[in-house]
C-alpha cells in the first residue's frame, strides 16, 4: 500500500507548475511577463513615438541612450531609475530609445514587468541568464508603501545576489518619486521609529542601487508647443502656428495641466479632427 505522505507529495508535483521554457526570443523585439503560470508573452507591435520626437529630455535622452547603446553592444551598463514628473516622457523614453536601437542590434529585446509581478522576478532572471541575446527589464510606475515587500525583490536584479546579476540583463523602472516611496511616508516613520532612520532605510537606499537616476522636470509653454508641433510636422497635418498656439493653449488650461502627455492627447484630438490617421 502507498505510503499517504507520498501519495500527498505526488498529488502536489502534479499541481505545481514545471519552470517556465524560454519562447522563441528571435520572434519579437518585446515581451512581456507573465507570473502563476510564469511565460513570456512575444509583443509584436510595440507602442512607441519616435526618439527624436521626446522634446525638452534632452540630457536624460542621450544619457540613456548612451548607455542603452553600450550594453546592446555587450559592454557594461548600468541599471536605470528615471523619475519626476507625470507625463513628461519616462516611460515614452525607455520603448523608443529600444525602438530605434534594436534596429540595427536585434538582439536587443525589452521586457515588460507588472509591479505586482516583483516576486518572481528571480525565475525570470534564470530563464534570460543563458540566452545568446540582451535584455532590458522594464518596470513602469514603480513605487511602494511602508507595508510593502516587494522591493525586496527587486535585490536580485540590482545586487544579484549570490550569482550576480545577470550580465545580459539590466533593470530600466519609471517612478514619478525619486526615493520610490512618498515624501511624508519617509517623514513619519523616520519620526516615530525607535531609532530614526532604520524604518525606511532600506527602501529608501533600493533607489541608490540604481546607477543612473535621470530626472524629468515639468515643461514650459514653448517646450509644450514645440512638442505639439514636432507631432504634427511628423504626421503631416496642416495647421499654421497660430490656430495651433491658441488650440493648444486652451487645451492645456482645460486640463490644468502642462506636460508631454497633455501635448500627445491634444494632437491626438487634432488629428482625428483632420481625418489624419497616426498608424
Request: some cysteine; glycine content about 8%; aromatic content about 8%.
Amino acid at each position: 500500500m502507498t505510503d499517504p505522505l507520498e501519495r500527498i507529495a505526488t498529488a502536489l508535483e502534479r499541481l505545481r507548475p514545471g519552470p517556465a521554457t524560454p519562447p522563441d526570443f528571435d520572434a519579437a523585439g518585446a515581451f512581456v511577463w507573465q507570473a502563476d503560470p510564469d511565460r513570456l508573452e512575444p509583443v509584436f507591435r510595440v507602442s512607441r513615438v519616435d526618439v527624436d520626437l521626446l522634446v525638452g529630455i534632452d540630457r536624460s535622452r542621450d544619457t540613456l541612450f548612451a548607455n542603452t547603446e553600450r550594453f546592446a553592444r555587450g559592454l557594461p551598463a548600468n541599471n536605470a531609475l528615471l523619475w519626476g514628473a507625470r507625463g513628461m516622457g519616462k516611460s515614452s523614453l525607455v520603448k523608443a530609445i529600444h525602438g530605434k536601437l534594436h534596429t540595427n542590434h536585434t538582439g536587443l529585446k525589452l521586457i515588460e514587468i507588472q509591479r505586482e509581478d516583483l516576486p518572481s522576478i528571480g525565475r525570470l532572471l534564470h530563464l534570460l541568464r543563458d540566452a545568446d541575446q540582451r535584455f532590458i527589464l522594464f518596470c513602469d510606475d514603480l513605487s511602494f508603501s511602508h507595508d510593502d515587500s516587494h522591493y525586496k525583490s527587486l535585490k536580485a536584479v540590482l545586487d544579484g545576489g549570490i550569482e550576480g546579476r545577470p550580465d545580459n540583463v539590466v533593470l530600466y523602472a519609471t517612478s514619478n518619486r525619486r526615493h520610490l516611496m512618498p515624501r511624508d511616508m519617509i517623514e513619519n516613520e523616520r519620526s516615530t521609529a525607535i531609532t530614526p532612520g532604520e524604518a525606511v532605510e532600506e527602501k529608501v537606499s533600493l533607489s541608490d542601487r540604481f546607477g543612473l537616476w535621470l530626472g524629468f522636470h515639468p515643461c514650459d509653454q514653448d517646450q509644450y508647443l514645440a512638442m505639439i508641433r514636432g507631432y504634427v510636422d511628423a504626421h503631416g497635418v496642416a495647421i499654421d502656428d497660430a490656430t495651433l498656439r491658441a488650440e493648444a493653449i486652451e487645451w492645456q488650461a482645460t486640463r490644468g495641466s502642462r506636460s508631454g502627455r497633455v501635448a500627445w492627447q491634444y494632437f491626438t484630438d487634432l488629428a482625428g479632427r483632420r481625418g489624419v490617421n497616426l498608424r
